[in-house]
């Protein structure tokens, strides 16, 4: 089921197929909204949430407000977060900063949004690792570049582990191929004392004694005692 409607000159369709799932972080209520729609009409999958903190227990960082209270969240996984600058109680670069430090989470891409075009501001993002700046009122050609270059990301993402993926199916192949090699090679050939047989055996035990046998000392003391 599709719907179609027109902003900014834009042909937009929302689908049911839902790729990329995006974080929305924004204290205010009208903002968040706006963004929300936008990631919706650009088919994306959309956890909105109105403060850092939030966005922190959403990802499970912020172990302070999980002792206290229950996630409340589903625990998708997340492949984009577009969070507000300004907010109470954690700003967005705050944030930033939360998710770059995370083992987990540091390579998502995290997209900073303000009402202010303050250059320093941008700066400082962009170099704790912020994907991109965007000044508000956030468009959909804005939500569509970022869409755009993270499905890719995404995509090429794929494209290396199911590589990795083979590579660990072609070595654990061979593993098991050098394994039954070794299973099925023949039993390794015994040695000839082992392997002679009994007719030699019985040969060696009835024959005459040498020489040298009957010349030693001790043998022939033997023999004279015995005459």
């Not at 998502?108 to 690792?129: H, K, Q, T």
């Not at 009122?137 to 993926?165: C, F, H, M, N, W």
């Not at 090679?185 to 015994?190: A, E, G, I, K």
Request: glycine share 6%; net charge negative; with cysteine.
């Amino acid at each position: 089921m599709r719907t179609t409607e027109k902003i900014d000159g834009y042909d937009l369709s929302t689908s049911d197929t839902e790729e990329v799932h995006v974080l929305a972080v924004d204290d205010s209520l009208v903002d968040r909204k706006v963004i929300e729609r936008l990631l919706r009409i650009s088919s994306c999958k959309v956890t909105a949430v109105d403060s850092g903190r939030r966005a922190l227990q959403y990802l499970g960082l912020d172990e302070e407000i999980q002792k206290k209270e229950t996630n409340g969240f589903d625990g998708l996984k997340v492949d984009l977060i577009i969070t507000d600058y300004c907010m109470p109680g954690m700003t967005g670069y705050e944030l930033l900063k939360k998710v770059k430090e995370s083992s987990a989470f540091r390579e998502i891409p995290v997209v900073i949004m303000s009402s202010e075009n303050v250059i320093a501001r941008i700066d400082r993002c962009l170099e704790e690792g912020a994907e991109d700046f965007i000044v508000k009122p956030v468009k959909l050609s804005d939500v569509k570049r970022i869409i755009d270059y993270t499905t890719t990301e995404l995509r090429e993402g794929e494209q290396r582990e199911g590589a990795r993926a083979r590579r660990r199916g072609i070595n654990k192949r061979k593993q098991r191929e050098g394994d039954d090699d070794l299973s099925s090679s023949p039993p390794s050939t015994l040695s000839s004392s082992a392997s002679s047989s009994p007719s030699s055996s019985i040969q060696s035990a009835t024959a005459p004694l040498s020489p040298s046998t009957l010349d030693s000392p001790t043998r022939r003391l033997k023999m004279t005692s015995s005459e």
